[in-house]
């Protein structure tokens, strides 16, 4: 959904509990169940918003040592905070844009699907392994 700026603003603290299908979507993973995101926003003052809460979601991975497909459920604890884009234009050179979990947005709201799809994303691993290849290696 899609929850403008001005509503936070508005209310100081909106919660949000969404539900969200992946299955269209295209990912590097395939995300087998739809996605439970409970997600707190904050309004922090001068437009900048933090982002807290929790994503569920399953993901459907193959192995790179046997090649197996297995699912890996996901927890990720969301803790970022967006800024409008144009901040971090005006204000390049007085702080560097590569601070960890700092985000921004373009327009007046922000789209709990792309923030849901983001951290899928950052939490799909490179190289993942089922179960018992991960075990192996850690014998070995
Ligand atoms: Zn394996």
Known sequence: MKLEIQKIIDEEKVEVNETLDFSKVEMPAMVVEPVKAKLIFE???????????EIQAKLRLTC?????????ELKIEVNETYIP????????EERPIEE???????????????????NILEFIP???????????SEES
């Open 85 to 92: 884009q144009t901040y971090v234009e005006n204000r390049k």
């Open 126 to 136: 490179p190289y993942p392994k089922c179960p018992k290849c991960a075990t192996k």
């Open 64 to 72: 790179v040592v046997c090649l197996d497909e297995f699912d890996e």
């Open 43 to 53: 309004n922090l003052g001068n437009r900048e918003i933090l982002v807290r809460g």
């Open 100 to 118: 960890l979990s700092e985000f921004t947005y373009t327009g007046n709201f922000l789209d709990t699907f792309e923030i849901v799809r983001d």
